[in-house]
């Protein structure tokens, strides 16, 4: 791996930003690299940078409310860290800073990744980047504070350390940072498990109006703009939908959309094994892992589905004969 402390000789100012529409490891990752800096690094004047709505429960988090979601005109940084970004174009707004800076450092996970920095730390054998920003920061310079968000940022990814990304060292770096003593199981509890009332009506529509396709192998749901707006719920209400449609008995594939603009939808898709998403994904323009992936469509909602069963299907067949 790459020394952190190398990267970050030298730097009097950086910028940190995850993907637009943040998860619990973009979050996670940023929060835990910024509160690092703070704490080891106090002359470098660092920011971070998140576009789009989180969970409210990830508000816990130490310094949460630095988190600067607009983008004003600033000199050029000396180091921008991209952290769980997979593509240049998921930045949002933040893509400036990144365009500007004098040297950019890339720690990812994503497969589908480009190497798209001036120094690239991208494993896609590691289960978060959280999990790869634990191990830059060492074990001996973990505190509580920076524990919080990146045990936060592996677990959701990871799926509570049940997903197949999950590995010895990701189960080795979850212990360093539980022994921090942080209260692990109510970051899982608050963050992961406990939805909203409207979290949970939402995602009963979404199961109730599901469809099996594929002889029970494909399952899909969509959720429209008006849906969203009758629950008051927005994307970052949806994130769970994919994968409880996952669970279905008998299902290979998961195919969730949600209504994003007009004739425009957001895709996530996971699979239990025998197909690789990602695949499908970056040949619709996006991008993710094996087992989670997903992209953006256009179209209606039948093209979309159909187009997607079609790269399922080929997979499947490809794998029985």
């Known amino acids: 791996m790459i020394s952190l402390d190398e ?75 991209s952290l769980d970004v997979s593509a240049i174009d998921r930045f949002g707004g933040a893509q400036k800073y990144f365009d500007s800076a004098r040297r950019t450092l890339v720690i990812d996970h994503h497969i589908s990744n480009p190497l798209f920095g001036t120094v690239n730390e991208v494993q896609a054998d590691a289960s978060s980047t959280s999990e790869l920003v634990t191990l830059l920061i060492g074990k001996e310079r973990l505190t509580p504070e920076i524990a919080e968000p990146l045990y936060m940022g592996i677990v959701h990814d990871t799926g509570v350390f049940q997903y197949s990304c999950t590995s010895s060292r990701t189960m080795m770096v979850g212990g360093w940072l539980m022994d921090t003593g942080i209260d692990f199981s109510k970051i899982v509890q608050d963050t992961f498990f406990i939805k909203s009332y409207k979290e949970t009506q939402i995602m009963g529509k979404a199961l109730n109006e599901s469809i099996l ?105 490809a794998a029985e004969r």
């Open 7 to 81: 990267q970050l000789k030298d730097v009097k100012t950086a910028a940190i930003a995850g993907h637009i529409r943040p998860d619990g490891d973009a979050f996670g990752s940023c929060m835990g690299m910024y509160l690092f800096l703070k704490r080891y690094y106090p002359g470098i004047d660092a920011h971070v940078y998140l576009e789009g709505n989180f969970s409210p429960s990830f508000r816990f988090v130490s310094c949460s409310d630095s988190i600067i979601t607009d983008y004003p005109d600033r000199e050029p940084v000396d180091l921008f860290i």
């Open 213 to 317: 396709m594929l002889d029970g192998k494909v399952i899909f749901s969509v959720i429209h703009q008006k849906d969203m707006d009758l629950y008051g719920v927005g994307p970052q209400d949806l994130s769970a939908i994919v994968s409880q449609l996952r669970d279905v008995e008998g299902v290979e594939t998961a195919v969730f959309l949600y209504e994003s603009g007009t004739r425009e939808y957001k895709v996530s898709m996971r699979s239990n094994g025998k197909v690789d998403v990602a695949k499908i994904a970056m040949f619709f323009g996006g991008g993710g892992h094996v087992k989670a992936a997903g992209c953006t469509m256009t179209g209606g909602v039948h093209d979309v589905v159909n187009n997607i069963v079609a790269k399922v299907q080929e997979q499947l067949t």
